[in-house]
């Protein structure tokens, strides 16, 4: 009876352990944890999150105030309109001025999942061209982002989109930030953005 009490106490504190890594970086409430930069709109409309282009139609950025290395990052995106965006990770920013990797949100047809260097070396990796499919443009879409070491995996509605590994990415430090590109007429609503510490 001992040991089967031993052993329940130690798969309760693993499963209480694994429980603690996530962390829910959207309250559904408010921007708690997260900061704006830049002038495009980010607000909170029933339990959403909602980026939106503003009238200077230029780069806007919504940040971690934390910083996270090795992390799997789940979320859900859905898009109006051009819905040009995108998760940006180990990042930092300045102004309106990113350093760091962007996994793409964006229309059909444009790369959905692939890796772009801002302000460096550009496109890293496209998907698959046939992968693009998986979109769902106008309705809620999963995204999950794994990034460990030089290594980053994106996923789109439970497809590999893109693996890939850089020694560049594996030196970088910061937090995640989402994107409105700029040009103007985006809109892109978030939610259910859980994190889970690796």
Same mark, same amino acid.
């Given at each position: 009876?001992?040991?089967?009490? #031993? ?6 504190? #693993? ?12 309250? *559904? ?5 997260? $900061? #704006? ?26 940040? $971690? ?25 180990? =990042?930092?920013?300045?102004? $309106? ?20 260097? =801002? ?18 443009? *106008? ?14 995996? =994106? ?38 953005? #859980?994190?889970?510490?690796?």
């Amino acid at each position: 009876m001992k040991k089967v009490l #031993v052993v329940m106490l130690l798969v309760a504190s #693993v499963n209480f352990a694994y429980a603690q890594k996530k962390v829910k970086l959207f309250n *559904g409430k408010d921007l708690s944890g997260w $900061t #704006v930069y830049g002038t495009e709109k980010w607000y909170v409309e029933d339990g959403l999150l909602i980026s939106e282009s503003g009238p200077d139609k230029g780069y806007g950025y919504l940040g $971690t105030d934390e910083e996270y290395d090795d992390f799997e990052i789940n979320l859900e995106f859905k898009q109006e309109a051009n819905g040009n965006s995108g998760v940006f990770i180990r =990042s930092t920013v300045e102004g $309106t001025k990113v350093s760091g990797w962007q996994v793409e949100v964006a229309p059909p047809g444009h790369d959905t999942g692939g890796i772009y260097e =801002s302000y460096g070396r550009g496109w890293l990796v496209k998907p698959d061209p046939e992968k693009d499919k998986n979109l769902k443009f *106008g309705e809620w879409n999963k995204m999950k982002i794994v990034v460990k070491g030089d290594n980053v995996t =994106s996923y789109l509605n439970g497809v590999e989109m893109v693996n890939f590994s850089d020694a560049k990415i594996g030196e970088g430090k910061g937090g995640i930030n989402l994107q409105i590109h700029d040009g103007g007429g985006i809109k892109v609503y978030w939610r259910n953005i #859980v994190l889970k510490k690796l």
